[in-house]
């Protein structure tokens, strides 16, 4: 990830709207700031939740609370914790994320 055109900001996240994003099961909340070429979100799921599609999309994610399950489209499925984070780059791993009992994230992409 290169990040271009982005000047110095501070983000209140609370005073970014959130927008609802279905799955396959469940929920997620976003509240997104878009910068430059760099989308930066904060991302609730709600228990049970199922991501709707495989993502190729390049990612730095951090979970800040509950527990996530990141699947890769060739069968490999990683749990985190609060605390713990993965990256990956455009096009290389297309994965899908899921939660029993929901999960609080911080993404850069």
Known sequence: MKIEGVPFAVTDW?????????????VAY???VQAG???IRMVRYSP???EDHW???GHVLLVMEGALATEIQNGATFLLAPGMSYQVSDNVAPHRSST?????LFIVD
């Open 30 to 32: 976003w509240r997104t």
């Open 100 to 104: 029993e009992s929901g999960a609080q």
């Open 37 to 39: 070429n760099v989308r």
């Open 55 to 57: 993502c190729s999309r």
């Open 48 to 50: 049970g939740y199922l």
């Open 14 to 26: 609370s005073s970014i709207p959130e927008t609802i994003h279905p799955g396959t099961t469940g």
